[in-house]
C-alpha cells in the first residue's frame, strides 16, 4: 500500500506550482528585457535573480498585489532623482504586476557605509514631497505596504498630525479591530494618543524603511530596496529603521543629524511614527505584533 498519501500529493502539488511561477518569471524576463535568461535563481517568495545572456544579472519580482508592481516602479524613479539620496536599484522594465531591475552584489555593513547613508538619507528627505500622502509621480493612490493596502492621500492643509491619524493610524486600527486582533477598548487606547510633531514640510520617505529594505552593497554603500515612496514626516522613516534594528544605526542616525539636525525630543517621538508599522504588522501577523504597538501607543500623551 502506498501511504505517502497527502503528504506526498501535497509536495507534488507544490512543485508543480512553483514549476509553473518559474516559468512565468522566465516568459516575463524576457518579454520586459528581450532577453530570454539564461537561469532563474530563487531569492524567496516571488522574487528570482536571472541571469542574462548579456552578462548582466537583474532581479525579477512579481508582486500579486493590484498596483504593487505601478507603486513600486514609481517609487524606485522618483527616489533615484533625489540628489545625493541613496543608490536604488536601476529599474530596468515593468508591466503588469511585474518588475525587472538591476541586481546588486551584496556585501557588508561598515561604520563608513552607515555614516554615508545618514547623510544620503537627510539628503533624500530634503529633496521633499508636494504634500502629506503625496504619491511618487504616476504612482497609484492605491498602494500596498508589504502586503497590505496604503492609501496615498495628499493632505490638503499641510497639517501632519491629521493625515497621519486619518491615513496611517485610523486604518490600520479598524481592519485589526475588524480583525479581532484588538479588542475595542486597546483600539480607543491607541485612537487616543496624542498625534504632534515639529511643524516640517513634507519629505519624499521611502516609506518601508526597515532594515530588510537597506541592501549593503560590494561597493561600499548602503542602498534602498523595496520602497513604498510618499510624502510623510521624516521622522517616520527614522522611527521604522529604528524599529526593526539596523546595523551602526548610532553611526547612522549620528550622521543623519549632523546632516540635517532633528528637532528637540524626537527619541521621544520614535514610538508615535512605530505606531504606523506595528499596526500593519498587527494586521499582517497578529496579536504580538499589536500588543506592541500598544505598549508605544501607552508610553505616549494621551
Known amino acids: 500500500m502506498d501511504n505517502r498519501g497527502p503528504t506526498h500529493a501535497a509536495q507534488t502539488t507544490h512543485a508543480a506550482e512553483a514549476a509553473q511561477t518559474a516559468q512565468s518569471a522566465q516568459a516575463a524576463t524576457e518579454q520586459l528585457t528581450g532577453l530570454p535568461p539564461t537561469s532563474l535563481r530563487p ?20 508582486h500579486d498585489t493590484p498596483n504593487a508592481a505601478l507603486a513600486e516602479a514609481t517609487s524606485l524613479t522618483w527616489l533615484a532623482t533625489a540628489e545625493a539620496a541613496p543608490p536604488l536599484p536601476r529599474l530596468r522594465h515593468h508591466a503588469g504586476p511585474w518588475l525587472v531591475m538591476d541586481r546588486i552584489e551584496p556585501g557588508h555593513p561598515t561604520p563608513t557605509a552607515a555614516e554615508e547613508f545618514g547623510r544620503r538619507l537627510a539628503a533624500l ?7 502629506f500622502g503625496a504619491p511618487p509621480p ?7 505596504i508589504g502586503l497590505a493596502p496604503m492609501r496615498n492621500t ?22 485589526a ?27 519624499r520617505l521611502h516609506g518601508d524603511l526597515w532594515s530588510g529594505n537597506v541592501h549593503w552593497a ?48 524626537w527619541r521621544d517621538r520614535l514610538p508615535l511614527h512605530q505606531l504606523f508599522p506595528l499596526l500593519v504588522h498587527a ?17 505616549l500623551p494621551s
Not at 531569492?43 to 512579481?62: C, I, M, N, S, Y
Not at 495628499?154 to 481592519?175: D, Q, V
Not at 515612496?229 to 547612522?252: I, K, N, Q, S, Y
Request: one cysteine or more; charged letters at 20%; a negative charge.
Open 43 to 62: 531569492l524567496g517568495g516571488t522574487v528570482w535573480e536571472a541571469h542574462l545572456p548579456d552578462g548582466t544579472q537583474a532581479v525579477v519580482k512579481r
Open 125 to 131: 528627505h530634503a529633496s521633499g514631497a508636494p504634500a
Open 138 to 144: 504616476g504612482g497609484p493612490t492605491d498602494a500596498s
Open 154 to 175: 495628499p493632505s490638503g492643509n499641510h497639517n501632519w498630525a491629521e493625515w497621519f491619524t486619518e491615513h496611517r493610524i485610523a486604518p490600520y486600527t479598524k481592519l
Open 177 to 203: 479591530l475588524d480583525a479581532g486582533t484588538l479588542t475595542p477598548a486597546e483600539a480607543r487606547t491607541i485612537e487616543d494618543v496624542r498625534v504632534q510633531a515639529p511643524d516640517e514640510p513634507p519629505a
Open 218 to 265: 560590494a561597493d561600499g554603500r548602503a542602498w534602498l530596496i523595496d520602497p513604498a515612496a510618499h510624502g510623510g514626516h521624516r521622522e517616520t522613516d527614522l522611527a521604522m529603521l529604528a524599529l526593526f534594528g539596523c546595523p551602526h544605526l548610532d553611526r547612522v542616525l549620528a550622521a543623519y543629524h549632523e546632516a540635517a539636525p532633528l528637532a528637540d525630543g
Open 283 to 299: 494586521v499582517l501577523f497578529g496579536r504580538g505584533y499589536a500588543q506592541q504597538a500598544l505598549s508605544a501607543a501607552r508610553s
